[in-house]
């Protein structure tokens, strides 16, 4: 008995496009990342991949894509959950600045510190500041967090993937995940036992599904799952790998 899970990172949003730290502000898809929702969804049907159920964070970029991919693939109406527990990880007082600025003004050491180490994150948000979410009503009565590094990310996330997706897992139907690049990343670490250093080199592309199949035991029974477009995940990669530069 194996389950199905696809993880899908959404399409490319406007503040991918300039290049800009994002984590919880609210920007749409861009047209190039409406596109690549649209193919995600076209990607499920030619694969075969039918999920049951969705899950989304609380941001539009990936509730979006989840619901243009799921109408390209004829499944608009399947039963969505959503949760901030999945959303992006918050970039702190990094959010809304240029990746290229931060990396020229603070050296590319404590950039991919900040962006791509597991325990360090960027200085705090300051509280009711522009790009700050610590008053927006979606979030009220939540632990709204200043900043976070990718290990708070994984320790928000778990108790979500525990008490949400792996009991649809465990009831058979296969399961899509629309997320982030960072809280995709924290699953994937969970999921594929990834140690805290490797996790650095793992990077998702936008609006590629990545189907895992899972044993009993919630292994991956191929670890790192496979991207229903190889090549373009591959390119993909590497165009994330190397923002800032
Ligand atoms: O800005 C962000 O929120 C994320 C994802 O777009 O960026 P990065 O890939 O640098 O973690």
Redesign the pocket.
Known sequence: MTYTLVLLRHGE?E??AKN????WVDVPLSEKGTAEAIRGGTLLTEAGVRPDVVHTSLLRRAIMTANLALDAADLHWIPVKRSWRLN??H?GALQGKD?KQVRDEFGNEQFMLW?RSYDVPPPAIALGSEFSQDAEARYAGEPTPLTECLKDVLTRALPYWESAVVPDLKAGKTVLVAA???SLRAIIKHLDGIDDDSIAGL?VPTGIPLVYEIDENLKPTVPGGRYLDADAAAAAIAA?AN?GK
């Open positions: 949003s503040w991918n800009l730290f994002t984590g992006e990880r970039y990746k962006r982030h690049g960072n990077n994330v923002q």
